[in-house]
């Protein structure tokens, strides 16, 4: 049973799946991996409590830095690349990726606006306004 | 080739001396189609592939289920019904220990993926063996977190925001328990069958799994616990 036969070269890669290559490939990928994951975690554990950034930003530049280690981990761990054998896996990660964007920023809006609608106490003159 | 010698094909030399850092939009001219990647010209795809890609497709959803619950937790963030708000609760020198933990165990997945590459039969085990030691230590420390929080009275009874906040963060914590029993019996069946192709298979779906997993951290530690803290 050989390995070649199975990668199949030339054609579509399995997700995190890489061409074949020599086992240091593997580890430098990983090590750059994890550097740019630890300098991205850190930096957003700073930013918490960190004095330089504006106080409203704050949440902007952590919602930045996680995207950003989010792509680092795709990139590094999950070996995503823009690679012509990687076509189908970047497509369903998209598909996934607007479920998700949809979820979540459409729960937000809807449950925001529900919330603003509901939740303002109405004035006694309104009400009675409303009775007649 | 047999099983334990690792060389490297022309065919990636060719990839990497065309294209050293993947990009992926050179090699092939313009006009030419590129055979085989993605339009099924060339027949059914490899097992590894259908495989992989199953899985990737499985992730996906798992990813808009944890979704469904980041959507939950951001709605009910509010809702503490006069209890404890995310500023109360949140821990940052724990969460920074959680994910230093889960970000080294990732990696250490990674490096035995390359072993198992490289079928290095000793190296692929000392790394899974390492990586759920992380994962451990990941799962000990959240078990701590939660069991304190309940010393305190804080349970997710308490208030929407809680429920909210123990679903999402429970809900990871159980992944990072299936797959913990997932690599206990991937380690036992590596050191039974070896590296038969359909273990090497579900090697590849379990590296898949742990970083994903790790990714989803990586949305829960900002989400939750930092703009918890910053809030």
């Known amino acids: 049973m050989s390995q070649a036969d199975d990668y199949d070269h030339g054609r579509d890669l399995a997700p995190g799946d890489e061409p074949e290559e020599?086992?240091?490939?593997?580890?430098?990928?990983?090590?750059?991996?994890?550097?740019?994951?630890?300098?991205?975690?850190?930096?957003?554990?700073?930013?918490?409590?960190?004095?330089?950034?504006?106080?409203?930003?704050?949440?902007?530049?952590?919602?930045?830095?996680?995207?950003?280690?989010?792509?680092?981990?795709?990139?590094?761990?999950?070996?995503?690349?823009?690679?012509?054998?990687?076509?189908?896996?970047?497509?369903?990660?998209?598909?996934?990726?607007?479920?998700?964007?949809?979820?979540?920023?459409?729960?937000?809006?809807?449950?925001?606006?529900?919330?603003?609608?509901?939740?303002?106490?109405?004035?006694?003159?309104?009400?009675?306004d409303m009775q007649r | 080739m047999s099983d334990t010698t690792y060389t490297t094909s022309r065919e990636a030399l060719r990839r990497r001396q065309q294209d050293p850092h993947r990009v992926g939009h050179t090699g092939h001219p313009k006009n030419e189609p590129v055979p085989g990647t993605g339009q099924g010209a060339s027949g059914p795809a490899t097992k590894r592939i259908i495989v992989g890609y199953g899985f990737w497709v499985f992730l996906l959803s798992d990813i808009v289920i944890f979704s469904a619950f980041f959507a939950a937790y951001a709605v009910l963030q509010g809702q503490t019904a006069g209890g404890p708000g995310a500023r109360d609760i949140v821990e940052l020198p724990r969460t920074a220990w959680e994910t230093g933990a889960l970000l080294l165990s990732s990696f250490t997945c990674g490096l035995s993926f390359a072993a198992t590459n490289a079928r290095n039969k000793l190296w692929t085990q000392v790394f899974f063996v390492v990586t759920g030691l992380l994962g451990l230590v990941f799962l000990g420390l959240e078990l701590q977190e939660f069991l304190s929080l309940a010393a305190r009275g804080v349970t997710p009874q308490r208030s929407a925001f809680l429920s909210a906040f123990f679903a999402v963060v429970g809900l990871h914590g159980l992944h990072v328990t299936?797959?913990?029993?997932?690599?206990?019996?991937?380690?036992?069946?590596?050191?039974?069958?070896?590296?038969?192709?359909?273990?090497?298979?579900?090697?590849?779906?379990?590296n898949l799994f742990w970083h994903a997993l790790d990714i989803v951290w990586v949305g829960l530690f900002s989400v939750v616990y930092l703009l918890g803290a910053v809030r």
């Open chain 1, 22 to 128: 020599s086992a240091g490939h593997w580890v430098r990928n990983y090590l750059i991996g994890l550097g740019f994951a630890s300098v991205l975690t850190a930096a957003s554990f700073w930013a918490v409590g960190a004095q330089l950034i504006w106080g409203p930003a704050i949440p902007v530049a952590i919602i930045v830095l996680a995207i950003a280690q989010m792509g680092v981990h795709l990139v590094f761990f999950l070996h995503v690349t823009t690679g012509p054998d990687n076509t189908n896996n970047v497509l369903a990660l998209a598909f996934g990726l607007l479920v998700v964007f949809l979820l979540i920023a459409g729960s937000v809006w809807i449950m925001g606006h529900l919330n603003q609608r509901m939740m303002q106490p109405m004035p006694m003159s309104q009400m009675l």
């Open chain 2, 178 to 206: 299936v797959g913990l029993l997932w690599l206990g019996t991937m380690v036992a069946q590596l050191q039974v069958k070896g590296f038969r192709r359909e273990i090497v298979h579900r090697i590849i779906c379990f």
